[in-house]
T-cell receptor, first 114, second 115 residues
Framework: ETGVTQSPTHLIKTRGQQVTLRCSSQSGHNTVSWYQQALGQGPQFIFQYYREEENGRGNFPPRFSGLQFPNYSSELNVNALELDDSALYLC?????????????FGPGTRLTVT | AQSVTQLDSHVSVSEGTPVLLRCNYSSSYSPSLFWYVQHPNKGLQLLLKYTSAATLVKGINGFEAEFKKSETSFHLTKPSAHMSDAAEYFCVVSLNTGTASKLTFGTGTRLQVTL
């Protein structure tokens, strides 16, 4: 069983640029969530995708957008990067929507915005 | 609304002594509660979860937590700390809201284990 993978592991971008982060969910998992973890903080929920549709969103502006593909892999896109977007971005997958389903996290992508 | 409060940002224990990491939650409905651990430069790993079954939950690596509804608490314990337990620990609440479900993380407790 392959776990959740994310790419790239590290990324450096300039303010105003756009970035795409990628996530491959664990086999059989149809639900993917993205989280932002700023340095020294707990992860913050960005949004969730279920069967290719966004069905939940945290307190993040529209320049944070995503996609989920038929194989349930996912992308997080961030436009007009700001310095405060520097963080560890975590992807998590699980087998369904119920709150009791365990979320399996990937190792994250460290984004630095200069 | 749902939230978790981790009462200690930093806990230091000696190897072989008990560990107690405190967590209080707030939720309008019956929550699912989790403890996750994050080692430096690693992803988050689930230690244990409570989903309205037994109130005493046993997890991996000797950790356990007790759900106390009257106290709205979900404290994490381990009888004997090991050096490898040094990490950041997050208490997490999950709630279904309509068709969406999201995890709400606490701010974390850094566990230091000394010789």
């Amino acid at each position: 069983e392959t776990g959740v993978t994310q790419s790239p592991t590290h990324l450096i971008k300039t303010r105003g640029q756009q970035v795409t982060l990628r996530c491959s969910s664990q086999s059989g998992h149809n639900t993917v969530s993205w989280y932002q973890q700023a340095l020294g903080q707990g992860p913050q929920f960005i949004f969730q995708y279920y069967r290719e549709e966004e069905n939940g969103r945290g307190n993040f502006p529209p320049r944070f957008s995503g996609l989920q593909f038929p194989n349930y892999s996912s992308e997080l896109n961030v436009n007009a990067l700001e310095l405060d977007d520097s963080a560890l971005y975590l992807c998590a997958s699980r087998g369904g929507l119920a709150a009791s389903y365990e979320q399996y996290f990937g190792p994250g992508t460290r984004l630095t915005v200069t | 609304a749902q939230s978790v409060t981790q009462l200690d940002s930093h806990v230091s224990v000696s190897e072989g002594t008990p560990v107690l990491l405190r967590c209080n939650y707030s939720s309008s409905y019956s929550p699912s509660l989790f403890w996750y651990v994050q080692h430096p430069n690693k992803g988050l790993q689930l230690l244990l979860k409570y989903t309205s079954a037994a109130t005493l939950v046993k997890g991996i690596n000797g950790f356990e937590a007790e759900f106390k509804k009257s106290e709205t608490s979900f404290h994490l314990t381990k009888p004997s700390a090991h050096m490898s337990d040094a990490a950041e620990y997050f208490c997490v609440v999950s709630l279904n809201t309509g068709t969406a479900s999201k995890l709400t993380f606490g701010t974390g407790t850094r566990l230091q284990v000394t010789l």
